[in-house]
């Protein structure tokens, strides 16, 4: 497995005994956390700061919990905004690059509302009475009722990720 392979993981990496055999193993749990950058050379060859550096002695793995990943665009204009992409971490990528983040967003959209009111007594409503009662004639500042949930989300399954940061011998069964 080529070092800096981001894969996700189905053990518990709050787990300590979990970990200590994962970093045995030459992986890491991408949890953001600054490592040496003797310590990981090779990692860091490969990641360099993409994912940040708080000195120049250490560098950040990814720190992917709650989030998901997303291909870099390379300039294919499949993500309108990967100009606009932020830093994940002090002193890391931005724009189109590796290591970069988007925060949650949903995409702009409109909801028309198919009613009209007469604004006179005696008038005739379409659309649903109760909906437009009261309405003016100019009803453009009506707004629709908010459905949804927190976030804007497909369905998802947890895992834990993590980084192949050292190749190493195997180990003993």
């Not at 990692?43 to 250490?58: E, R």
């Amino acid at each position: 497995v080529p070092i800096g392979t981001i894969m996700a993981y189905g053990g518990d990496t709050t787990n300590i005994d979990i970990v200590t055999r994962l970093h045995q193993q030459g992986w890491l749990p991408c949890n953001g956390i600054p490592v040496a950058r003797d310590e990981y050379k090779d990692l860091y060859n490969v990641i360099g700061t993409a994912f940040g550096s708080n000195s120049d002695k250490t560098f950040q793995v990814p720190d992917m919990r709650g989030q998901f990943l997303r291909g870099v665009d390379q300039g294919q204009k499949r993500d309108p905004d990967a100009g606009f992409r932020q830093a994940s971490a002090p002193n890391g990528n931005t724009g189109d690059k590796v290591g970069s983040m988007q925060e949650d967003q949903l995409k702009t959209h409109k909801h028309s509302v198919k009613a009209a009111h007469a604004g006179q007594a005696g008038g005739r409503s379409t659309g649903d009475p109760i909906a437009v009662a009261g309405w003016p004639r100019n009803h453009a500042n009506k707004e629709v009722e908010a459905a949804g949930g927190t976030e804007t989300r497909p369905k998802n399954i947890y895992v834990n990720w993590i980084i192949k940061a050292k190749h190493v011998l195997p180990l003993k069964p």
